[in-house]
């Protein structure tokens, strides 16, 4: 059973960044496909970014392409958020999620395993 753990959310005024990491405990992390989300209440959660299993391919949301970076250390089990230029609109709980995929999905019915969400707020 793969367990995936966030950290790194807080308060950041706009313009800030901030990075978030996910720790993966399970055996199939280097062999899967990982992603971030975001959800606010009220809303359907939403893609955020995505990382193929040996990172060579990153797929984005168009509303945070060229402020997010989305990376992995497979040899830590470890994915990692970059993010920049925040906005408010940003403000969300943010999950990572292991896929039963190699290449990089969009589709949260894509992914079998979630950590428990961090939050980040975007001050204005």
């Known amino acids: 059973q793969e367990q995936l753990v966030e950290s790194g959310g807080g308060l950041v005024q706009a313009g800030g960044s901030l990075r978030l990491s996910c720790a993966a405990s399970g055996r199939t992390f280097s062999w899967s496909s990982m992603g971030w989300f975001r959800q606010v209440p009220g809303k359907e959660r939403e893609f955020v970014a995505a990382i193929s299993w040996r990172g060579g391919s990153t797929d984005y949301a168009d509303s945070v392409k060229g402020r997010f970076t989305i990376s992995r250390d497979n040899a830590k089990n470890t994915v990692y958020l970059q993010m920049n230029t925040l906005k408010p609109e940003d403000t969300a709980v943010y999950y990572c999620?292991?896929?039963?995929?190699?290449?990089?999905?969009?589709?949260?019915?894509?992914?079998?395993?979630w950590g428990q969400g961090t939050q980040v707020t975007v001050s204005s």
């Open positions: 999620a292991q896929a039963r995929a190699l290449g990089t999905v969009r589709g949260a019915r894509d992914y079998d395993y």
